[in-house]
């Protein structure tokens, strides 16, 4: 049997001169879950963490790979943008399927290694959905999930192959850009990484690179063995390439600091032991390995949108604010309160983007409560309970931080108004708001727009002071946007 291996276009190997080995460390700065898509029959969690057959938590390269062409993408031609043909993106991860069968691909130029972590500490996070109308817990919507506990440290390891006819400048430029993303914090991984989950970071870069024209390159590629590596603190400096000049992302930030006025509590597992208390306040344990109060991203993203809901209820109607926050907090299958969505398993993506913060300056105090009977004003039998929620005064910080993408002048009208009600306390956060719980103060805010073919340059804002506000920043162009929902009106295709 004859095998044609010289037929034209049967073979066509590209190529490669050389190697670059990029090594790093992925520390997780909070909690994050990597679905492994179902539950073991006998597990008793709903959402359990991606493990490989010796049961280590496992990190697939499709996962890095892909948030790394997610973040290059972005960055390069702005959120929920398409690649472009020619681009850094696709020269650097190939393209990607098309529907036109005259148009080839081209496989990716970078590989990415799985990571995998023998021994992890793993938490506990509870997850229920709020009914806005009644602001209490929807039957059967509550969940659990195993998260990977903050600290915790991914081996990276990436291989790029550069081609003799390749643009070694332009290729090692896109890398770059990319790994800058795991750099500098921006890029975050796993699931509810829009809700305060999976943000890491890399601090030092090991960088190798092989002339595989070069004898001794080439047999220290085989056998593993560096010939010139480097360790560095900027990937940029570490592939000898310049930062990407151009950000073509929009997104307008809010990070806003708050003093406690009084508990706080949200709700976890705590301890079982029989003398611990029935509630205690949600503690998460840190980067560098300290156990602290939070406020999870997902609390903090539900009270932000219902009120937001209430305040575009309370203005323009529930059949104009449902599809409006829908839009802005995103749209689950089942959001049958939408009469717009015609069909109704459509999901919408979130363009808000909330993060976890740390309660700090606070102390955690037991209280002892009872259930009263409405009907005697007499104290239930059997329901003494008790609460473990965290206590905070004027030195009490908690740093919030809310991000919109692509955001419309009316959505952050809508942000400011929620942002005022948090910073006068009428808005609280946590559990137990009836009895007094969650109130916040405004200390100080400092709100970013970037809009790249708007503005020459970052537009930015400062609130400082609880009583008697001052604002940095043009006062006017915030009382704009606030009008801007207020005259808000409904157009086809929103």
Known sequence: MTTHTNVKGWRNPRPITERIVVEGKLVLQTPAHFNSGDS???????????????????????????????????????????????????LLFGMTKNDEETKEGEQSRLIVDDSVVATSAVEMRDGVRIEPETRTAADKAKFDMEVIAAGTAFPLRFELLICADDDSDKIRHALATALAGFENGEITMGGRKRRGLGQVKVAKWHVTRYDLTAPDDFIGWLTNEPSNPSSVDSIFAGLKAEPLGIDKRDYFTLEATFSLNGPLLVRSNGDTSPDAPDMVHLQARQSDGALKPILPGTSLTGVVRHHALRIATTLHGSTVAEPFVANLFGRGPKAKRDQRVEKDKQHVASRFVAGEAVVKNVKSLIQSRIRIDRFTGGAYETALFEEQPVFGGDDSRLELAMIIRNPKPYEIGLLLLVLKDLWSSDLPVGGGSSVGRGRLQGVEACLALQEYDKHDKLMTWCVKGSKALSIEGNVDQLEAYVTAFCDYKETKGE
Not at 68 to 85: A, F, P
């Open 40 to 90: 073991a029959p006998a597990s008793q969690v709903d959402l359990t963490l991606l493990r490989n057959s010796r049961g280590h938590i496992f990190l697939p390269g499709a996962s890095i790979a892909g948030a790394l062409r997610s973040y290059l993408r972005d960055r390069e031609q702005g959120y929920h943008q398409s690649e472009t043909e020619g681009g850094l993106t696709t």
